[in-house]
């Protein structure tokens, strides 16, 4: 058996609902701005902006795995767009 566990960004496929995450996620960097520490809140929102580029949702990670012969794949945890993917492939 094979075990695919993934924690990364996905998208939720809804445009206006993932505009809205990525806000949030991007104003949570703010919170950094409290340490005085302005480099760090500004290399984290780049690097969430540079991550738009590639975004990928959590259906075409569900496709690209299906297609890859796991099967049993869940999404065990979701907060915004961070999310936690599982999947499992019978023979390797």
Not at 54 to 83: C, H, P, W
Request: proline share 0%; charged share 30%.
């Amino acid at each position: 058996k094979g075990l695919f566990v993934s924690g990364d960004k996905y998208s939720v496929g809804d445009e206006k609902l993932h505009k809205l995450q990525l806000q949030t996620q991007l104003g949570r960097f703010k919170e950094f701005g409290r340490t005085g520490n302005a480099k760090l809140v500004n290399d984290w929102v780049k690097h969430n902006l540079e991550d738009e580029k590639i975004r990928i949702t959590e259906k075409e990670q569900v496709n690209i795995l299906k297609s890859l012969g796991f099967s049993s794949i869940t999404v065990v945890y979701r907060q915004d767009m961070e999310a936690i993917i599982k999947a499992v492939k019978e023979t390797i």
